[in-house]
């Protein structure tokens, strides 16, 4: 009988390809699944997040900086403006050797030494991945000879900006002030005050002066750009943009050319003038010399210009105007005579004997007339017109430096003026309070006759001597001083005028006010100590000169000027206003180490007074110089 032998189980193939099968399937499905969720995961869930991610790769936020806004004189003249131009600027993230790339540049581009310390300060100062210019002002020859080897120089690029310009310079340097890059220490403060975003893009911020005190109006409101951009970065097409608001424009009450005559006036004095109108507060002049060149703040200065500055005996970083703290000498006189008046203490016909000399009851010391052998019978009219210095020794005795320190200060005396412009000192106005707290001492009696002619502990700055004479000018009533007049929108043609509204009212005494104006007025007369210089004047003028001692005088001691070491002589000082009858300029002229303020700050005043009640550049003065070894306040 024939076997059969069976060589294959189909039933059993057939069981594993279907369990193969549905195995399969069953994975393929699983997988199909998994990727199902996490579709509807990406897609659905985390939706919002991966759009905003995706639109961000495709997407560039690019900030537009406004352009800063222009500082105009009161007629118009251009104080601060803005210029384009090109920059070489480098990232020095992107390059390996600074200082290579650096040498190979040189040869398409002028680089100067000075470019490459300003660069290393920068350098240092830098945030990351920030861009460092290393030459500014570019020639257009120079941008085509560096446009055609850009390829060498990757982290290379020029940039077009806008550059800050200062037509007057150091004429008007402390007045105006100047922009400089942003510091850590100005994001810090940016990000205190919530303006951070507002500065996104801008490489500058004011740093002194109105650029900085009136920084929020002068910056404008950056403006933003989204843009398309490739996987290499570069932009495709501009999807929107709002635009920026310029900074708004600033008028101030400075008469430009009234500032170059006053600043001219001085010659090689150092020194400082302000001028106002006592009737609404404006500045009209406001001078420190010397100035600096503010241009070289703006990209960062280099280090030998800085040692330069920083390191002068004349310290032109200094704003005297606003900062410096000098005696006030002279000066003084006309209000401690209102004070005299206001308490009863001295009556205008009461005179003294001036022997030349004052003596405290029971002291042999004597405190010195700037007159040797003295003026002899002298009135307070006459105290004012001759600057008797014997007459306010007494007077300030009797008055006591309560008294004194209680109606000075309703002038203004030891205290900041509030003018718009940041960074102003107090200067000091005495008190028994201040002695004990600053010396551990109490007030003595020599202490107060010293006060009286404007020496010992007083220290004034001209701003503040400028706002009380001011004040006086306008019959005890005050303004605030101000440099801007009006600001003017960048967004419209509207103008916001500065308000002129007084301050107080001092209430003084009418016929005193007249005694102490009219005296002021005879200083300027023949017999007084600016007759001099304000002789031919087709106006009458009211001032008073003064002299600050800067180094302390032995007893008996003679006061020779050419045997004096340049530096360490007196100040010569000189307040006014005129007309007198009706004044519309008050001012104040300091002038460092000028000697007698008749023979040196009052002809620098009746310059600047001549240009701005005549309207015509006064014709040069006669040299009023006081005579060698003379003294004369």
């Known amino acids: 009988m024939k076997q059969h032998v069976e060589l294959k189980n189909h039933q059993r193939e057939i069981f594993y390809f279907r369990l193969r099968l549905a195995i399969s399937i069953g994975f393929v499905l699983a997988l199909l699944a998994i990727l199902l969720v996490r579709f509807i995961y990406l897609q659905v869930v985390r939706h919002n997040y991966y759009q905003t991610l995706a639109e961000s790769n495709r997407i560039s ?186 900074g708004n424009t600033l008028v101030l009450s400075i008469d430009a050319k009234l500032q170059e005559i006053a600043e001219q006036s001085f010659g090689n004095y150092r020194g400082a003038l302000v001028a106002i109108d006592p009737n609404n507060g404006e500045v009209l002049a406001f001078v420190s010399k010397p100035g600096y060149d503010p241009g070289l703040f703006i990209d960062g200065i280099d280090p030998q210009s800085w040692d ?69 019978s002298v009135d307070m009219f006459k105290s004012i017109v001759i600057s008797c210095d014997t007459y306010y020794y007494g007077l300030a005795t009797e008055m006591g430096i309560d008294n004194i320190f209680n109606f000075l200060s309703r002038f203004g005396f030891g205290k900041k003026t509030g003018i718009d412009l940041e960074g102003e000192t107090s200067g000091l106005l005495p008190s028994q309070e201040w002695k004990m707290k600053r010396y551990k001492e109490k007030w003595y009696t020599g202490d ?77 007369q023949p017999g007084g100590t600016a007759a001099q210089a304000a002789a031919g004047a087709p106006y009458r003028i009211a001032g008073k000169t003064g002299t600050a001692q800067v180094i302390a005088m032995k007893q008996g001691e003679k006061y020779i000027e050419s045997l004096v070491q340049e530096r360490h002589r007196d100040h010569a000082w000189f307040i006014a206003f005129a007309p007198a009858e009706q004044p519309r300029i008050a001012l104040v002229v300091l002038a460092e180490n000028g000697g007698h303020g008749g023979g040196t700050a009052a002809p620098i005043a009746r310059k600047v007074m001549d240009y701005y ?20 306040d």
């Open 61 to 246: 936020i690019v900030p537009i900086v406004p352009n800063r806004g222009l500082i105009l004189d009161r007629n118009g003249v251009v104080l601060a403006q803005n210029y384009s131009g090109y920059t070489l600027e480098i990232t020095p993230n992107k390059i390996k050797d600074l200082e290579a790339t650096i040498n190979d540049l040189s040869t398409l581009v002028a680089i100067t030494p000075k470019d490459r310390k300003r660069f290393k300060k920068l350098l240092a100062e830098r945030r990351n991945f920030e861009t460092l210019m290393i030459r500014n002002r570019l020639s257009d020859e120079e941008v085509a000879r560096f446009a055609a080897q850009q390829y060498r120089f990757p982290g290379v690029e020029i940039k077009a900006r806008l550059f800050r310009d200062y037509p007057y310079g150091e004429k008007t340097a402390h007045l105006i002030g100047y922009i400089g890059r942003i510091n850590e220490t100005d994001v810090e403060q940016l990000e205190e005050n919530d303006l951070a975003a507002n500065y996104r893009g801008s490489d500058y911020i004011g740093k002194v002066g109105l650029e900085q005190s009136y920084e929020s109006e002068l910056h404008g409101t950056t403006g933003v750009e989204q843009v398309e951009v490739d996987s290499g970065g570069r932009a495709v097409r501009m999807l929107s943009r709002t635009p920026p608001s310029s």
């Open 308 to 376: 330069e500055l920083n390191n002068s005996p004349d310290v032109p970083l200094n704003n005297r105007a606003l900062r410096g703290q000098y005696p006030p000498g002279s000066t003084i006189k006309p209000f401690m005579a209102l004070a005299g008046l206001n308490y009863n203490i001295r009556s205008p016909g009461r005179t003294i004997s001036d022997p030349g000399y004052f003596n405290l009851p029971g002291s042999s010391h004597q405190y010195r007339d700037w007159k040797k052998g003295g003026h002899g």
């Open 448 to 524: 107060t006759v010293s006060v009286g002619i404007g020496q010992g502990y007083n220290l004034v700055t001209p701003m503040q001597l400028a706002y009380a004479t001011a004040t006086l000018a306008n019959d005890g009533v005050a303004y605030l001083p101000h440099l801007v007049r009006e600001v003017r929108s960048s967004r419209s043609n509207e103008s916001r005028l500065i308000e002129n509204k007084p301050e107080f009212d001092l209430k003084i005494n009418p016929a005193h006010l007249d005694l102490v104006q009219r005296a002021m007025v005879a200083v300027n």
């Open 613 to 632: 009640l005549l309207g015509k550049v006064p014709q040069p003065l006669p040299d009023v110089s006081h005579k060698e070894g003379e003294e004369n």
